[in-house]
């Protein structure tokens, strides 16, 4: 037996295993999207692990690079907006970055460009929307956790672009963003546990349906749409963490 | 719930590393706790395992209960029923030696580390355990990325290191989805026993020959063989002690592990040792590697990097016993992967200790050891005599098996390679015995305190030291019950068609 | 030949091992001398309960552990190993009580180390003797390999490092690049390894091979010293002297040749060996070590290498005794164990005696020592007649029986051998003798007044001394466990 | 000629993704600058990801999804008109898993450069030469 050639049906890849799925999907759980419902139900356990494989990058991240403390010897300028008198403070002391009348200056501190912000304002929310929409509705259409999860992160990493890390951070700190992926990759994986406590296999989503009171078959889809929602958490969370980290080099103070 | 053992092996870990991200935000010290407790936990549902293999052959655990081959199903024979104890077991010790040199190293990040340790624990058991092909890369994509995050904070140039692991690792990793694509396009299957079953009838295809080498291609930069070796000896040397002594004793042993898998239930024996001048190849390649490894470890000057050279060299141990393609060979490798696991545990948990209360660990700061930390260079002793290969302890029984392999398969060349091997690894130790007995401690170190006799006695934490004694007393164990272990087990790990 | 199962043996070994926490845990040193002690006389009261089982022709055996398929680490007694323990542990009372003595006569440092790593080494030496196979066998031969190393070292100097050195290089070198494969082999070919009065690889394995286990054992065994494997024993010399006394005049070089004899025996058999003139080539090997040893002994002038070159002579009696292949031979070989072990003994004590009380180590400095240690070299003087093998020495007896063995194989070759190697023996020993007693004032090194050294090294030089005469009128239980052992060799199946 | 020329148009996709991997291969090998490495490596893995999508085509079939919910499942699934869901669902995951490499690659990447402020692997290497 050769290499089957390009696009051949007969391929023992389109044969054995994948024509169950194409014609069983909607029986067993009720999903159009054939690829979603692989993904979160019969292959399940992987996107688990690929979630979990996320999230040991953000923390990998943050064990390597973040740094809880910084140096006494660094300094900081910070500019008073209204008269332009700028401070210069030293051992790594920094004014309160609530205070809105200042605003801090670095090595990559640049003269805020009205246009940026601007569009950035009147896209962001758009994007936002889509990503949920997206997350949402992967059962009938391309789309799914991942997809979704990426273009949400995406938007706040275009909030951080057009404004800047502090701003970012003040909308969505650290701690927050922590909580969102283990939260989401927890949901994942607790949904499973849940079914072992239900007394199924774990992933069985159709032991859901004692609780959700639906029938296995909707309990299984809900089950998807469950998971799908945990993963657009973590991968959101995962992909802010990531872009924090590496702007400012695990400071989380500047960046671009 | 016993039902469930071959989930929550994985599954608790995986959940308690939630937890212990959560707590090191919050309460630094229940970090080490949570992990302790999930790791116990799996310990004890993988020692389950195994009592239920006995009793039945082969425990199925079918996720989402979909049936293989359209869902993912873990299968746990007598090969990984006896390998997941021993992954299981080795990581706990770790676990609970290593508690007080983790909070001295990352007292900032104890969470995070925790966090990572686990997760890798979770890797490396979901590969012993797994029986879906894919969802093994997946597992190992785990164990590397907290593996290249653990070695990437150590000390010096780990950083570099770390990241020319990243590369090579995925290279290896990348070879092994590309085989098992494939298979893929050859069979339409990922679950194992499936494409055990669809296999025979295409052993022809050229398709499979070269899923074959491109799988063997990866395993083999994966485990560090010999000319792939090359990420090795830098990354063990630099990384953190409390990491290493994990990764070091699981990561190349759980690769043989797969290779193991692969030769003998994917690609069935008549596939896989199917042409002898591939195998021999094969086992000449390991039988460079020993001496290779041998010889490059006589050359270093620390001790962590003259251990990874020897690990360097044990993996060409075991990869020349599987290809032997015999009873006796791969029993020897099979029971080597144990053995070697817990001996290279201890060791470069001794290291540690050193490392914890001695400023380096090259030879000059060995100096006059067997006064300053008296237990700990015994455990060491014992662990290097296993290492050697000297009666009763388990090391001596593996390289039985495995020597008797190569005399029963007519390789002398293997057989010379591991006399050869044991000969130098005399030479590396008595050297450091020598050190450490003979030279006069000049470096006083801080906190140093006299014993009643006037000695400077500075031995690791209790904490440390007990754990350390469990695994040297156990290599001992290991050796006295290897007829048991053989006979119970491996000998049942191995298709019968191999003679 | 019947067979009794009993924890004796595995308690005569373990015994020993025993003592070790205790002597370590015990600070004050008359306490851990008394342990040793303890274990000591502990040891030789279990050893020699088991001594008229034995002659009654029993065998007793005890499995430790079954490790790997149909081999076992096992425990059998039988007269030959019996007869190898009952003299290393009672000859182990007599150093301790001896090592007492020259420790605290030269305030030796570290002597807690050196106490326990005596006994481990002890343990080893019981083990080897009484093991029932070869793989047991190569345990405790590692074994006692490994733990006399921190004794061969004692001193820590450079020089006592360097000899370390070659000793491991020498002895787990050749065990584990010769004897493992060997063993390994015959596991292969005939997967036992248990040892039989008439071997067990008769006909299984390829005479050609068969010469290649054969030497592959002999030079494997390190410890016996056959050239060119001999150089070792010089230079674990720098030892302190109770432990050069043991363990080069007893424990690891008798442990040495006991192996080669127990393989020779046990696992090519004695038929085997004949009908492949295997004896021709052994007996060579040994008459070239015992010749050349002696005449190298002639030439060395610390007295302890001296002795140390007339030790690798002596082994190599052995060995030729049990090359002969005739029962009498190996019957000579077999009690010159015995009987080369108290005599040799008895003069490393002395030179040991010597070294307290006068701070002397070469043989050119001891001119009219006599006069002042008239006790010390009266036993030396005994102590050479036994090597000798001259009456009233017991060596004479072994002698004897290894000359028969000649006749009795009509080696006349070894005869000569045998008889010139004495004569050497006797031209390096006696003179020390002479020049110490009968030397003119004027050549005497020393103050014509008696100053011996202290009772804790008097005592058990002349008590050895004293066997060695006593079993030259009473060569009993030797004897007969040794007729017993060739018989049981020899018996044709 | 022709035929060899047949076959390789008729597979042109393993050609395709074998060109790509020695691209990111050749990066990864021959190149000096870290980041470079690492954006070989995320070829070297696209390729891959490529070829797995490639076997998951099927000639006129289209996406899998069904067009309508399991209410209304009268007309028939045939496996023939969909392509092959599972090289996606795969390639999902190994998506994630390049995502999470490269991540962790650029964190080390950053760490080498706070050691070494270079990211040159021979003005590095010189580095630890001088110590």
Same mark, same amino acid.
């Given at each position: 037996m050769a290499f089957p050639g390009w696009g051949d049906p007969l391929s023992p890849a389109s044969t054995h295993v994948s024509p169950y799925y194409i014609e069983n999907t909607i029986e067993d759980t009720s999903v159009p999207n054939i690829v979603t419902a692989v993904l979160a139900d019969y292959r399940g356990y992987d996107t688990m692990f690929e979630t979990a494989v996320i999230f040991s990058a953000g923390i990998a991240c943050l064990f390597l690079l973040r740094r809880m403390k910084r140096k006494k010897t660094d300094f900081r300028h910070y500019r008073h907006m209204a008269t332009g008198i700028t401070l210069r403070i030293e051992q790594g002391g920094k004014i309160h970055p609530t205070a809105k009348e200042f605003e801090r200056i670095d090595g990559l501190w640049v003269p805020h460009d009205l246009i940026i912000r601007t569009t950035g304002r009147f896209i962001i929310p758009f994007i936002q929307i889509f990503a949920l929409y997206v997350i949402a509705h992967g059962h009938y259409s391309p789309g799914g956790?991942?997809? *979704?999860?990426?273009?949400?992160?995406?938007?706040? &990493?275009?909030? !951080?672009?057009?404004?800047?890390?502090?701003?970012?951070?003040?909308?969505?700190? =650290?701690?927050?963003?922590?909580?969102?992926?283990?939260?989401?990759?927890?949901?994942?994986?607790?949904?499973g546990a849940l079914c072992i406590l239900l007394g199924a296999n774990f992933l069985d989503y159709s032991a859901?349906?004692?609780?959700?009171?639906?029938?296995?078959?909707?309990?299984?889809?809900?089950?998807?749409?469950?998971?799908?929602? $945990?993963?657009?958490?973590?991968?959101?969370a995962v992909m802010v963490i990531l872009y924090y980290n590496l702007v400012s080099a695990g400071k989380f103070d500047e960046g671009l | 719930m016993s039902r469930h053992f071959p989930a929550l092996i994985i599954v608790i870990p995986l959940i308690s590393a939630f937890f212990i991200f959560a707590a090191g935000g919050l309460k630094k010290t229940y970090c080490f706790y949570i992990a302790a407790a999930a790791l116990a936990i799996? %310990?004890?549902?993988?020692?389950?395992?195994?009592?239920?293999?006995?009793?039945? @052959?082969?425990?199925?655990?079918?996720?989402?209960?979909?049936?293989?081959?359209?869902?993912? !199903?873990?299968?746990?024979?007598?090969?990984?029923?006896?390998?997941?104890?021993?992954?299981?077991?080795?990581?706990?010790?770790?676990?609970?030696?290593?508690?007080?040199?983790?909070?001295?190293?990352?007292?900032?990040?104890?969470?995070?580390?925790?966090?990572?340790?686990?997760?890798?624990?979770?890797?490396? #058991?979901?590969?012993v355990v797994t029986g879906d092909a894919f969802n093994l890369y997946v597992l190992l994509e785990i164990a590397s990325l907290t593996g290249y995050a653990l070695i990437g904070m150590g000390t010096e140039h780990a950083p570099l290191a770390s990241l020319n692991y990243v590369f090579m690792g995925t290279i290896g990793a990348s070879f092994y989805l590309l085989g098992i694509g494939y298979l893929y396009l050859a069979t339409g299957s990922l679950n194992m026993l499936d494409i055990a079953s669809i296999l025979p009838n295409i052993f022809q295809s050229n398709v499979v020959l070269l899923a074959f080498v491109i799988c063997l291609t990866g395993l083999f930069i994966k485990m560090a063989l010999f000319p792939m070796h090359a990420w090795l000896p830098n990354a063990y040397t630099y990384s953190p002690s409390p990491a290493i002594s994990l990764i070091a004793p699981l990561t190349t042993k759980v690769m043989v592990y797969v290779m193991i898998r692969f030769l003998l239930t994917v690609f069935t024996p008549s596939f896989s040792y199917g042409s002898m001048a591939v195998s021999t190849s094969f086992v000449w390649l390991a039988v460079i590697a020993i001496v290779v490894g041998s010889i490059l470890a006589l050359s270093q000057?620390?001790?962590?990097?003259?251990?990874?050279?020897?690990?360097?060299?044990?993996?060409?141990?075991?990869?020349?016993?599987?290809?032997?393609?015999?009873?006796? $060979?791969?029993?020897?490798?099979? #029971?080597?992967?144990?053995?070697?696991?817990?001996?290279?545990?201890?060791?470069?948990?001794?290291? $540690?200790?050193?490392?914890?209360? +001695?400023?380096?660990?090259?030879?000059?700061?060995?100096?006059?050891?067997?006064?300053?930390?008296?237990?700990?260079?015994? !455990?060491?002793?014992?662990?290097?005599l296993s290492i050697i290969g000297v009666p009763p302890t388990g090391g001596f029984f593996s390289k039985w098996?495995?020597?008797?392999?190569?005399?029963?398969? *007519?390789?002398?060349?293997?057989? &010379?390679?591991?006399?050869?091997?044991?000969?130098?690894?005399?030479?590396?130790?008595?050297?450091?015995?020598?050190?450490?007995?003979?030279?006069?401690?000049?470096?006083?170190?801080?906190?140093?305190?006299?014993? =009643? =006799?006037? @000695?400077?006695?500075?031995?690791?934490?209790?904490?440390?030291?007990?754990?350390?004694?469990?695994?040297?007393?156990?290599?001992?164990?290991?050796?006295?019950f290897t007829d048991t272990i053989v006979t119970k087990v491996i000998q049942f790990a191995i298709p019968g068609e191999i003679s | 030949m019947e067979t009794i199962v009993s924890i004796k043996p595995f308690l005569a070994v373990i015994v020993s091992i025993l003592a070790v926490p205790l002597i370590v845990s015990t600070r004050r040193a008359n306490f851990r001398e008394g342990w040793t002690f303890l274990a000591a006389f502990a040891k030789f009261s279990i050893i020699a309960s088991m001594t008229p089982l034995i002659l009654d022709g029993v065998e007793i055996e005890y499995t430790i552990a079954q490790v790997l398929p149909s081999v076992a680490i096992k425990?059998?007694?039988?007269?030959?190993?019996?007869?190898?323990? +009952?003299?290393?542990?009672? #000859?182990?009372?007599?150093?301790?009580?001896?090592?007492? $003595?020259?420790?605290?006569? #030269?305030?030796?440092?570290?002597?807690?180390?050196?106490?326990?790593?005596?006994?481990?080494?002890?343990?080893?030496?019981?083990?080897?003797?009484?093991?029932?196979?070869?793989?047991? %066998?190569? +345990?405790?031969y590692e074994m006692l390999s490994f733990a006399t190393y921190p004794l061969v070292t004692h001193h820590q100097d450079m020089e006592g490092r360097s000899s370390g050195r070659k000793y491991i290089l020498f002895i787990v070198g050749s065990s584990i690049g010769l004897v493992l494969p060997a063993m390994l082999f015959i596991y292969h070919m005939t997967g036992t390894l248990e040892f039989a009065n008439q071997g067990f690889i008769a006909g299984i394995v390829s005479p050609k091979l068969i010469w290649i286990l054969v030497l592959l054992f002999v030079f494997g065994f390190a410890k016996a010293a056959i050239m060119p494997f001999h150089s070792w024993l010089p230079a674990a010399m720098v030892a302190p002297t109770p432990v050069s006394a043991l363990l080069h005049a007893v424990a690891v070089v008798k442990v040495g040749v006991f192996c080669i004899l127990r393989v020779l025996t046990g696992v090519f058999g004695t038929q085997l060996l004949f009908s492949f003139q295997m004896d021709t080539i052994l007996l060579y090997l040994a008459s070239f070590t015992i010749i050349t040893a002696s005449l190298v002994a002639l030439s060395q002038d610390s007295l302890k290498s001296r002795l140390a070159y007339s030790t690798i002579g002596q082994l190599s009696y052995i060995i030729l005794g049990a090359a002969l292949l005739s029962p009498k031979g190996m019957i000579g070989g077999m009690i010159h164990i015995a009987m080369h072990a108290f005599g040799k003994i008895t003069l490393f004590f002395c030179a040991g005696a010597i070294f307290v009380a006068t701070g002397t180590k070469n043989?050119?400095?001891?001119?009219?020592?006599? @006069?002042?240690?008239?006790?010390?070299?009266?036993?030396?003087?005994?102590?050479?007649?036994?090597?000798?093998? &001259?009456?009233? *020495?017991?060596?004479?007896?072994?002698?004897?029986?290894?000359?028969?063995?000649?006749l009795e194989a009509s080696q006349m070759v070894m005869l000569f051998v045998l008889l010139s190697s004495?004569?050497?023996?006797?031209?390096?020993?006696?003179?020390?003798?002479?020049?110490?007693?009968?030397?003119?004032?004027?050549?005497?090194?020393? =103050?014509?007044?008696?100053?011996?050294?202290?009772?804790w090294c008097l005592v058990p030089l002349t008590i050895t001394a004293i066997c060695s005469i006593y079993l030259f009128f009473y060569p009993e239980p030797f004897l007969s466990l040794a007729k017993m052992a060739s018989v049981g060799i020899f018996s044709r199946p | 000629m022709v035929d060899l020329l047949t076959i390789i148009i008729s597979k042109y996709n393993y050609w395709g993704y074998i060109v790509l991997m020695m691209v990111g291969l050749y990066a990864m090998i021959v190149k000096k600058n870290l980041v470079k490495k690492i954006i070989g490596m995320s070829i070297f893995q696209t390729a891959i990801i490529f070829f797995y999508v490639s076997i998951g085509m099927k000639k006129n079939a289209t996406i899998p999804i069904i067009s309508h919910g399991h209410d209304g499942g009268e007309r028939a699934v045939h496996a023939v008109d969909f392509i092959n869901p599972l090289p996606h669902v795969l390639m999902l995951t190994a998506i994630v898993v390049s995502v999470a490499t490269l991540g962790v690659a650029l964190a080390l990447a950053i760490k080498v450069y706070r050691q070494y402020n270079s990211l040159e692997e021979d003005v590095i290497d010189s580095l630890i030469k001088e110590k």
């Open positions: 956790g991942f997809q *979704g999860g990426v273009i949400l992160g995406a938007s706040f &990493i275009l909030f !951080a672009i057009s404004n800047d890390l502090r701003s970012a951070l003040n909308r969505m700190g =650290e701690r927050l963003t922590a909580f969102f992926y283990t939260a989401g990759v927890s949901l994942y994986a607790g949904t859901l349906a004692t609780i959700l009171l639906v029938d296995p078959v909707t309990a299984r889809s809900y089950g998807i749409l469950i998971v799908e929602i $945990g993963v657009g958490i973590a991968v959101m | 799996s %310990l004890f549902s993988s020692i389950g395992l195994l009592l239920q293999v006995l009793q039945n @052959k082969v425990v199925v655990y079918h996720f989402g209960g979909w049936a293989p081959p359209w869902g993912i !199903a873990y299968r746990i024979d007598y090969l990984n029923g006896i390998v997941l104890v021993a992954v299981a077991a080795i990581s706990f010790l770790n676990l609970v030696a290593t508690k007080k040199s983790v909070e001295k190293d990352f007292t900032e990040k104890i969470g995070l580390f925790y966090t990572l340790y686990v997760l890798f624990v979770t890797g490396i #058991l979901g590969i000057k620390s001790l962590k990097r003259m251990l990874s050279y020897i690990v360097i060299a044990e993996i060409g141990y075991m990869v020349g016993g599987v290809w032997l393609g015999n009873r006796a $060979g791969l029993t020897g490798a099979i #029971l080597h992967i144990i053995n070697d696991a817990a001996m290279t545990l201890c060791v470069f948990l001794v290291a $540690g200790n050193i490392l914890y209360r +001695l400023s380096g660990d090259s030879f000059d700061n060995l100096k006059g050891l067997f006064r300053k930390m008296p237990f700990s260079m015994g !455990a060491f002793v014992v662990g290097a098996y495995l020597i008797s392999g190569g005399i029963a398969a *007519g390789h002398y060349g293997f057989v &010379i390679a591991l006399l050869f091997s044991s000969l130098v690894n005399v030479v590396l130790f008595f050297r450091i015995f020598e050190i450490a007995y003979f030279e006069p401690s000049d470096c006083p170190h801080i906190s140093d305190r006299m014993d =009643e =006799e006037g @000695k400077i006695f500075n031995d690791a934490p209790l904490g440390m030291l007990v754990p350390l004694m469990i695994v040297a007393v156990g290599l001992i164990v290991l050796g006295i | 425990l059998r007694v039988d007269s030959f190993g019996m007869l190898f323990a +009952l003299v290393s542990s009672f #000859l182990w009372i007599a150093t301790s009580a001896y090592s007492v $003595g020259y420790m605290r006569g #030269l305030k030796e440092h570290s002597q807690t180390r050196y106490f326990s790593f005596f006994a481990l080494s002890l343990s080893a030496t019981i083990g080897v003797a009484f093991s029932a196979n070869l793989l047991t %066998l190569y +345990l405790f043989i050119s400095q001891m001119a009219g020592i006599g @006069k002042r240690m008239p006790v010390t070299l009266g036993c030396f003087f005994i102590g050479a007649l036994s090597v000798i093998g &001259i009456p009233p *020495g017991g060596g004479f007896i072994s002698k004897w029986y290894l000359l028969l063995g000649t004495s004569l050497l023996n006797a031209a390096y020993f006696l003179p020390i003798v002479y020049k110490a007693f009968f030397c003119t004032p004027e050549e005497s090194l020393f =103050e014509n007044k008696i100053n011996e050294a202290p009772p | -």
